[in-house]
T-cell receptor, first 112, second 115 residues
């Protein structure tokens, strides 16, 4: 079946650098995309979302880019901090307030 | 403002037993979704409840069932437990009458271990 996938299982960056986490999706009908952060022992925490009628959305230190042509989603974290160390998931939803389909996650490790 | 709460935190069962997990949604939310997260994997959608009815269901067997109460809280029941049911079970809540997108708030999860 169709699913959301991630390119890299682990990403290691230096503190202060920018991080980019990538995600590919396969369903062109997906209309809503979300990035979640999950720390050990906790549930996923919403970071930022984007609708399919947008290409870019910015939050505090985070930016999500959506390329519908190649079905690609990315999360950019500026000035990465040790507190950003976690597993990051992209997720998609089709048609509004329904099931989220998650990828397998990317572990971000921030080196001091 | 209370967030999503789940109970119990941890649970150990043996194969063949039955288990009930509980979830209280974020204050003001009316929709509850359940997800199963195996170790090292992303969460997988089990089902969603709205107005006390199952509105959408993922690819899970009938051994997985649920309920939503008038106060919007919810239970997840799993019968005839298998070793493969060991996972973190996450509850997420959202507001049906909110913005058109689908921001779901997750609880801390219940860690189920089946021996």
């Amino acid at each position: 079946g169709e699913s959301v996938g991630l390119h890299l299982p682990t990403l290691s960056v230096q503190e202060g650098d920018n991080s980019i986490i990538n995600c590919a999706y396969s369903n062109s009908a997906s209309d809503y995309f979300i990035w979640y952060k999950q720390e050990s022992g906790k549930g996923p925490q919403f970071i930022i979302d984007i609708r399919s009628n947008m290409d870019k959305r910015q939050g505090q230190r985070v930016t999500v880019l959506l390329n519908k042509t190649v079905k690609h989603l990315s999360l950019q974290i500026a000035a990465t901090q040790p507190g950003d160390s976690a597993v990051y998931f992209c997720a998609e939803s089709r048609g509004g307030r329904r099931a989220l389909t998650f990828g397998s996650g990317t572990r971000l490790q921030v080196q001091p | 403002d209370a967030g999503v709460t789940q109970s119990p935190t941890h649970l150990i069962k043996t194969r063949g037993q039955q288990v009930t997990l509980r979830c209280s949604p974020k204050s003001g939310h009316d929709t509850v979704s359940w997800y199963q997260q195996a170790l090292g994997q992303g969460p997988q959608f089990i089902f969603q409840y709205y107005e006390e009815e199952e509105r959408q269901r993922g690819n899970f067997p009938d051994r997985f069932s649920g309920h939503q109460f008038p106060n919007y809280s919810s239970e997840l029941n799993v019968n005839a437990l298998l070793l493969g049911d060991s996972a973190l079970y996450l509850c997420a809540s959202s507001l049906e009458r909110g913005l058109s997108h689908n921001e779901q708030f997750f609880g801390p999860g219940t860690r189920l271990t089946v021996l």
